[in-house]
């Protein structure tokens, strides 16, 4: 679990300098790594992450590159975490 809290900070961290001068675009950036950290195999939020070749995103890669068939979600947060996470980031209207 602490290689996961440590992947999220970096991520969040990311979408915060990267889109410092954007909120809306900060917002959406959240969100994606929210998404993209809650991703399973039966249900993939891949979608929100960037697109292309460049991505942080490795699902979004492999789509890209047409091979996202062989993509495995791993580290996903447990359930309660992302709901957790979601909550606060709700409540500060991100």
């Given at each position: 679990m602490e290689a996961v809290i440590n992947k999220l900070t970096i991520y969040?961290?990311?979408?915060?300098?990267?889109n410092a001068q954007n909120v809306s675009e900060m917002r959406q950036a959240i969100w994606a790594v929210w998404a993209h950290s809650t991703s399973t195999d039966d249900e993939t939020k891949h979608r929100f992450?960037?697109?292309?070749?460049?991505?942080?995103?490795?699902?979004?890669?492999?789509?890209?590159?047409?091979?996202a068939q062989v993509f495995k979600n791993k580290n996903n947060l447990p359930k309660a975490v992302s709901e957790a996470i979601k909550q606060v980031l709700r409540i500060y209207h991100i």
């Open positions: 969040y961290g990311n979408a915060i300098r990267a992450c960037p697109k292309g070749s460049d991505s942080w995103c490795k699902y979004n890669v492999l789509e890209f590159n047409h091979k």
